[in-house]
């Protein structure tokens, strides 16, 4: 029995995105992160338990099967693969794909993505720097560290975000933020954990809301 409808797709994808950061998704974490009402959630759960896509019994984490998170992986896979070409391909700004992206990414034909990653020449990493699953629904997680972790003195180069909401990277766009940039980290604000950086000869204070949301890797 295959997944068949849009909402279950939305609740696996949304299971696999919680459980990259915890082992334990409650029912709870699930509702909050749809804004969804709990009974409507547990509602879904019994059903995807049914078809052996998740874990599921009460008061316990849910736990998607190797069934379910190839399932995951696969949207996931749809999704990152359509936002590159989108940027890649067609000239949109990072910033303008997501919504695009939750829609095209319910498209059934494998062929469609299949000729959609060849012409990309099967990239690894969408526009945001998260890494696209492979056909097995393997997903290779590069380590970062994030801004806010970093310390004065500290070089690195953007690499990922982790939030990609239009008016984040609109944000970010403002500041001439953008993947593959260096950074120097010159200064940390002790009471408020400000960041004072260095983009060549330029410097952008950011604050610690935004440097937790900004995936580097130190530069060598």
Not at 206 to 214: G, P
């Amino acid at each position: 029995m295959r997944v068949n409808s849009l909402t279950e797709e939305n609740y696996l994808k949304a299971l696999l995105a919680l459980s990259v950061t915890s082992d334990e998704v409650s029912v709870n974490d699930l509702a909050k992160h749809l804004a969804i009402k709990m009974p409507t959630v547990t509602s879904m759960m019994k059903k995807l338990a049914a078809k052996r896509l998740v874990q599921y019994e009460s008061y316990k984490p849910i736990k998607l099967t190797k069934k379910g998170r190839q399932e995951a992986a696969g949207i996931v896979r749809k999704h990152r693969l359509t936002e590159m070409f989108l940027v890649d391909k067609m000239g949109f700004g990072w910033e303008q794909v997501h919504d695009i992206a939750e829609q095209i990414e319910h498209i059934k034909s494998p062929a469609f993505f299949d000729k959609m990653d060849e012409l990309l020449g099967f990239p690894t990493l969408d526009p945001h720097g998260s890494p696209i699953p492979d056909k097995t629904g393997k997903i290779e997680w590069k380590h970062y560290e994030k801004l806010s972790d970093c310390k004065p003195g500290d070089k690195v180069t953007l690499s990922a975000v982790l939030n990609s909401s239009s008016d984040f990277l609109k944000f970010l766009n403002s500041r001439d933020l953008k993947l593959g940039v260096n950074l120097k980290i010159d200064s940390i604000e002790p009471f408020d954990k400000t960041i004072t950086i260095s983009i060549g000869k330029r410097k952008e204070v950011l604050s610690n809301l935004v440097c937790e949301k900004l995936l580097v890797e130190k530069v060598t």
